[in-house]
C-alpha cells in the first residue's frame, strides 16, 4: 500500500538522533519550555531569518494561538483553502468564527488570490493560505488583497517549513505590501515578503 505519510521510515533514518535528544529531555525532566525548547526556537528562528518563534505543542495549537491573538469576534469570517488538513478550518469553528471555503489551484492544490476575492463579504476579517506539499502560495497577490481589504494573514505553514517564495519585485518587497497588512505567521515560508508580527512553531522539541 501506497502511505500518504511514511513516519516509520522517516524515524528510522533519524532514530539515534531522535532517541538521544528524548532521553536527555527524561533525564533532565525538564518536559515544559527549558533548554531544549530554548535551542529549538534559536535555531528556528535563525533558520527562517525571523525575529520571533513562539515554540508550541503542536501546529493546530499554533494555528489556534495566532487567531487568538487577533482578536476577532464570533460570526467574523475567515476564508481557507476547502483542500487542507482538518486543523485549518478546525480552529477557527472552535473559536466561534466562521470559516468560509474556497477552491484550490488544481495544478498545486493551493489557494489563490483569485479564489479568495470571489469569497470575500463584509464580514470577512482574516485569510488562512495553507502552503501545501512544500509549496509557497502564491503569496504576493494574497497579501495585496488582504492590503486592499485591510485583512488578517495567517499562513498555515505546517507542510512547508523552508520553501521559499520570490516576490515579482525581487528579493525586496514592493512598498505597498509594507507595514499596512497586519499578518499573523505561523512558521513563515522564507519569502521575500514582510514578515510582521507573530512567528508560531510547531513542532515539539
Ligand atoms: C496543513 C496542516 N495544517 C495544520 C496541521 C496540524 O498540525 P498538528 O497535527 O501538528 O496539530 C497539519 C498536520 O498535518 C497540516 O498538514
Known amino acids: 500500500m501506497l502511505q500518504m505519510v511514511d513516519l516509520k521510515t522517516q524515524y528510522s533514518r533519524i532514530k539515534s538522533e531522535i532517541d538521544r535528544e528524548m532521553q536527555e529531555v527524561f533525564d533532565s525532566c525538564i518536559f515544559i519550555g527549558g533548554p531544549k525548547v530554548n535551542a529549538f526556537r534559536e535555531s528556528l528562528e535563525q533558520y527562517l531569518g525571523v525575529k520571533h518563534v513562539i515554540p ?52 498545486t492544490m493551493n489557494i489563490t488570490a483569485a479564489h479568495i476575492e470571489s469569497a470575500i463579504t463584509p464580514r470577512t476579517k482574516a485569510i488562512v493560505p495553507v502552503h501545501l506539499f512544500g509549496q509557497s502560495a502564491d503569496m504576493e497577490p494574497i497579501m495585496a488583497l488582504a492590503e486592499k481589504h485591510n485583512l488578517f494573514v ?3 505553514n505546517a507542510q512547508a517549513i523552508g520553501a521559499d517564495y520570490q516576490a515579482l519585485e525581487g528579493l525586496q518587497a514592493p512598498p505597498t505590501l509594507k507595514n499596512q497588512v497586519r499578518s499573523a505567521i505561523s512558521v513563515a515560508p522564507r519569502s521575500s515578503l514582510p514578515k510582521t508580527s507573530v512567528a508560531t512553531a510547531t513542532a515539539a522539541p
Open 56 to 107: 508550541c505543542a503542536n501546529g493546530t495549537d499554533a494555528l489556534q494561538i495566532a487567531m487568538m491573538a487577533l482578536g476577532l469576534k464570533a460570526g467574523d469570517e475567515v476564508i481557507v483553502p476547502a483542500f487542507t488538513y482538518v486543523a485549518t478550518a478546525e480552529v477557527i469553528a472552535l473559536l466561534g468564527l466562521t470559516p468560509v471555503m474556497t477552491d484550490v489551484d488544481p495544478g
Open 154 to 156: 495567517i499562513e498555515d
